[in-house]
T-cell receptor, first 115, second 115 residues
Framework: GDSVTQMEGPVTLSEEAFLTINCTYT??????LFWYVQYPGEGLQLLLK?????DKGSNKGFEATYRKETTSFHLEKGSVQVSDSAVYFC??????????????FGQGTTLQVKP | ETGVTQSPTHLIKTRGQQVTLRCSSQ?????VSWYQQALGQGPQFIFQ???????GRGNFPPRFSGLQFPNYSSELNVNALELDDSALYLC??????????????FGPGTRLTVT
């Protein structure tokens, strides 16, 4: 079935470092792809999305490009801040779920940014 | 904040008991999805409600059931609680229009502990 795989964490960076969190997916159709962020003790917040191949989603300095040829949607940020410390989830909208828009999530990657 | 609210925020139950969790969707949204997030894992889709009917279900047993009300709010009911039901339960609301589902916005979650 459809699935999402993220790089294992935790990822620990110094402030202003470059961030990459890898995400690859398996899907039978043409899913939409998402990054969600979860701060401690909170629910999930939609960070960015891309709905078709070669689309680039971006928000708050984060960006990710939908790469159909490598089935990837890696998250990047040029200069991280302490406030970016959180758990990041890559997800796809299951094209096999009809029109429910059901989300399939990766296991999450914890990012710790030190001052 | 997304405008999706959930209650209660925390709950402790004993194995074998029943629990009801509640969710109010964001204004303008007509669809509610429920997810279970075990500690250290990504959320898993339980089911979705649209027009007061279940519209898609994940790999969860029938003791997980739900309702949607005319105002689009929703309840998740779990009977015969098991220790493995301990998790963060997330509600997500979205808009569905003309067969298309739009992105989901999550509430803060209800932390259920089963002892």
């Amino acid at each position: 079935g459809d699935s999402v795989t993220q790089m294992e964490g935790p990822v620990t960076l110094s402030e202003e470092a470059f961030l990459t969190i890898n995400c690859t997916y398996t899907a039978t159709g043409y899913p939409s792809l998402f990054w969600y962020v979860q701060y401690p003790g909170e629910g999930l917040q939609l960070l960015l999305k891309a709905t078709k191949a070669d689309d680039k989603g971006s928000n708050k300095g984060f960006e990710a490009t939908y790469r159909k040829e490598t089935t990837s949607f890696h998250l990047e940020k040029g200069s991280v801040q302490v406030s970016d410390s959180a758990v990041y989830f890559c997800a796809l909208s299951d094209p096999g779920s009809g029109n429910t828009g059901k989300l399939i999530f990766g296991q999450g990657t914890t990012l710790q940014v030190k001052p | 904040e997304t405008g999706v609210t959930q209650s209660p925020t925390h709950l402790i139950k004993t194995r074998g008991q029943q629990v009801t969790l509640r969710c109010s969707s964001q204004s303008g949204h007509n669809t509610v999805s429920w997810y279970q997030q075990a500690l250290g894992q990504g959320p898993q889709f339980i089911f979705q409600y649209y027009r007061e009917e279940e519209n898609g279900r994940g790999n969860f047993p029938p003791r997980f059931s739900g309702l949607q009300f005319p105002n689009y709010s929703s309840e998740l009911n779990v009977n015969a609680l098991e220790l493995d039901d301990s998790a963060l339960y997330l509600c997500a609301s979205s808009k569905r229009d003309r067969g298309r589902s739009y992105e989901q916005y999550f509430g803060p979650g209800t932390r259920l502990t089963v002892t």
